[in-house]
């Protein structure tokens, strides 16, 4: 919003110091900050009144760790709306209000965040751990992902527009054709359940969303400009650098976030934050092209969710687990790991493979 008022006065011919507005990097910073300040200041007010509404907290799964059922009791959830609100307003606050990977982007992650509002709202309704239905969640999903997967390869090059770039090799392009919406479905529903599946320990999700913003953000600021892209032989999609603004807000109410997550949590994310989390990095690496640059860099996610496939995969055929439980920070809580301990240790796995995906930059 404030770029497109500095952009209207220097049309005009009001040239001012408010021209810092038209920097990218300027208004990433602007937006991190105050998307921080935000979640900083809502944080308490929202946990209060949270507690007030929800009474007995989120429901604690049974069959989970037993430590959880006493120390995690009570804890409200729908956390996650404290995100959205200080993601939304930075973004609509400092990013190009005129820039249509922006809107889809945000649209994607508020979307995301209503199916996991509606999805918490049911579990607390109920007093269970049973939400939608499979049926509703992933249908919600999947319609979401494809639109979203349709309105970015619309507004990409055409050249671009359907086809999979991959990594260490700018000259390797895999045509999709009009199959790439579902590709891209998949991508983002993908992501929005594996982070969903990571939120399972005090701050354990929101750490290596974090990392994979920050990355992000300077993946969108490359791609979106043309000399930096032609440089470090990536593909240069026009228009994402203003993504790096959406990228630096979730960076801010991330951390802020993790003020009141942090072990122990005053309040869990719940499926709210989740989705819509995984839901902005699935879509924020479709519109930059680096849907398997997103792999490396939220490797964390990927192995969290396969260990949940190996897992009913095995036990359906074998009748035997292969962790002690899963998704895979269980099993290392059952292996009597301590979660600040866990959480630490994935806190730096999730930085390693972020350096990684910035590898892919200077290797190419």
Not at 66 to 75: L, N, W
Not at 223 to 236: I, R, T
Not at 335 to 354: C, D, H, M
Request: proline share 4%; hydrophobic share 55%.
């Amino acid at each position: 919003m404030l770029y497109l008022l500095v952009s209207h006065a220097v049309h005009d011919g009001h040239i001012t110091l408010l021209n810092l507005l038209r920097y990218i990097s300027f208004r990433a910073g602007c937006a991190c900050m105050t998307a921080l300040g935000i979640s900083l200041l809502l944080g308490r007010p929202l946990i209060t009144m949270l507690r007030r509404i929800q009474r007995y907290g989120q429901p604690i799964r049974a069959v989970g760790p037993e430590r959880h059922i006493i120390e995690k009791a009570g804890t409200p959830t729908m956390g996650g709306m404290l995100i959205l609100i200080a993601l939304t307003v930075a973004t609509l606050l400092w990013g190009n209000l005129e820039n249509g990977f922006v809107w889809a982007v945000l649209l994607t992650t508020l979307g995301f965040g209503l199916i996991g509002f509606a999805d918490d709202y049911r579990k607390l309704a109920r007093r269970n751990t049973d939400g939608l239905s499979k049926r509703a969640r992933l249908g919600s999903e999947f319609a979401i992902s494809l639109i979203c997967g349709g309105w970015l390869q619309y507004l990409m090059p055409p050249e671009l527009a359907n086809h999979l770039a991959f990594p260490f090799a700018k000259e390797l392009l895999l045509p999709l054709g009009l199959l790439y919406p579902v590709f891209a479905m998949i991508v983002i529903t993908g992501f929005g359940n594996a982070v969903n599946f990571t939120d399972g320990l005090d701050g354990l999700a929101i750490g290596p969303v974090v990392v994979a913003a920050l990355v992000f953000a300077i993946l969108s600021y490359v791609v979106g400009n043309h000399v930096f892209a032609d440089y470090l032989q990536v593909h240069a999609v026009p228009g994402t650098g203003e993504l790096a603004v959406f990228c630096a807000a979730l960076v801010g109410a991330g951390l802020g976030f993790l003020w009141f997550n942090a072990p122990p949590a005053a309040v869990f994310m719940g499926d709210t934050g989740s989705l819509s989390l995984g839901g902005a990095l699935g879509s924020l690496a479709v519109a930059i092209k680096h849907e398997l640059v997103l792999c490396i860099v939220g490797g964390l996610f990927v192995v969290e969710t396969l260990s949940v496939i190996i897992q009913v995969f095995w036990y359906k055929r074998t009748g035997r687990r292969v962790f002690l439980m899963a998704p895979i920070h269980h099993h290392f809580e059952k292996k009597g790991w301590a979660e600040p301990k866990i959480v630490i240790r994935f806190w730096i796995v999730s930085i390693v493979l972020g350096m990684c995906g910035l590898a892919t930059l200077k290797l190419r």
